[in-house]
């Protein structure tokens, strides 16, 4: 059995448990993606639990009523953000499918980009490569920003702001990808692109684990192969 705390801020909300009916030890990757997963549904929760406050502020406070329905606007984004993206995970749409239910919430072009530069999926094809030089140079140094920062950041040339926004896919000090936005996006929308990178470093995990899952099921085939504990039909 291996479980994680679901803590948001140093809150408590309640803890993840995975168990195996066979026991085993977990490896790191394991471990990392049943953290991620953790932290994600902490937040989940830390949003839920923040619409039904919010919402029962509306109720009772009619003279900040405009305010508060704003506050509720946006912690309801991030919510149905979070259920749109859960979705596109359990269904298994991918990077493309992450993109799509993203881009209802960022309306603006994106990329998600592999640390060795390969484009895992895109909104437009090819928009980034016709940014100038100097914006790409700036989106780079951006790249590093956000890593560095743990949250999305503005790309910047000089002292003046470009319209691209960075967010970095990572756990720990491990990039997993970058997600590029062409757009500068508000301080609520980069909350909103934090969200999806972290969705995207959850795919990242996920992917690994069934890559390494699937290798040690054919090591153990081969393995029971050659010592004869296992028939060859052909």
């Not at 997963?37 to 406050?53: C, I, P, S």
């Not at 470009?162 to 590029?180: F, H, I, K, R, S």
Request: charged share 20%.
């Amino acid at each position: 059995i291996m479980g994680v705390p679901l803590s948001v801020h140093g809150r408590v909300l309640g803890a993840l448990l995975v168990a195996e009916r066979s026991p085993r030890r977990f490896t790191a990757e394991e471990i990392d993606l049943v953290d991620s997963v953790g932290k994600q549904a902490a937040v989940a929760l830390d949003n839920a639990q923040r619409f039904a406050e919010v919402s029962a502020a509306v109720a009772q406070l009619g003279a900040e009523r405009h305010a508060s329905r704003t506050e509720l606007a946006e912690v309801q984004a991030v919510v149905e953000l979070d259920e749109s993206l859960i979705e596109v995970a359990v269904r298994g749409s991918g990077y493309p499918g992450l993109i799509a239910a993203a881009s209802l919430a960022l309306p603006y072009p994106m990329v998600i980009h592999h640390p060795d530069g390969r484009v895992l999926a895109t909104s437009a094809e090819g928009w980034l490569e016709k940014v100038s030089a100097t914006a790409r140079a700036a989106i780079e140094r951006t790249m590093t920003a956000a890593q560095v920062n743990g949250r999305a950041q503005l790309a910047r040339s000089g002292n003046r702001t470009l319209p691209y926004t960075v967010a970095a896919a990572q756990v720990g000090d491990e990039l997993l990808a970058t997600v590029v936005v062409g757009a500068k996006l508000s301080a609520r929308e980069r909350v909103i692109l934090d969200r999806v990178a972290l969705f995207v470093a959850v795919m990242r995990l996920f992917g690994r684990a069934t890559q390494a899952a699937e290798f040690a099921q054919q090591s153990e085939v081969v393995e029971d192969l050659v010592s004869g504990r296992m028939t060859d039909p052909e």
